[in-house]
């Protein structure tokens, strides 16, 4: 098993930026490819971001060109820069392994966008 602690969220203005941690209890090389999710309350948690062992990324069409996810494997950490937000990206922010490799969800963090 491992352990997710996601931190960084807060309330900013539309147009503002968060970077939001994700530090693992284990190894994230060994997890594999690593996500971004986020949930509003009634909907389900959907994947915005992902980052193959390698680095390669991919985004959902709602955050590209916004969010940058990024890793550093030696830290067990995972990263999302998030840009230009707007009030549509207000949620509960959730880091985990994709695919095969989902483990317990952490707490998430909260990142409420308003002006």
């Known amino acids: 098993q491992v352990q997710l602690v996601e931190s960084g969220g807060g309330r900013v203005q539309p147009g503002g930026s968060l970077r939001l941690s994700c530090a693992a209890s284990?190894?994230?090389?060994?997890?594999?490819?690593m996500g971004w999710y986020r949930q509003v309350p009634g909907k389900e948690r959907e994947l915005v971001a992902r980052?193959?062992?390698?680095?390669?990324?991919d985004y959902a069409d709602s955050v590209k060109g916004r969010f940058t996810i990024s890793r550093v494997n030696a830290n067990n950490v995972v990263f999302l820069q998030m840009n230009g937000l707007n009030p549509d990206d207000t949620a509960i922010y959730y880091c985990?392994?994709?695919?095969?490799?989902?483990?317990?969800w952490g707490q998430g963090t909260q990142v409420t966008v308003s002006s």
């Open positions: 985990n392994g994709v695919g095969g490799s989902v483990y317990t």
């Open positions: 284990r190894s994230i090389f060994n997890i594999g490819d």
């Open positions: 980052i193959s062992r390698s680095g390669n990324t």
